[in-house]
């Protein structure tokens, strides 16, 4: 009977880690999309703001 309780704790430990492992993963990759898209966009006002700033030569 000792046996079997200590699989089950086994099974559930096993079972809890992919919970885990989704609630931690799940808000990182939120985290890195908002990241990514408000690092475009203040690259892309800051490219609109800043004049003079072309990649071409008008001498």
Known sequence: MKNLHIIVIIASVFL??????????VPAKVAYKTTKGVVKGTVAVGKAIIPGDSDSDND
């Open 16 to 25: 809890l880690q992919a919970c885990v492992h989704k609630i931690v993963t």
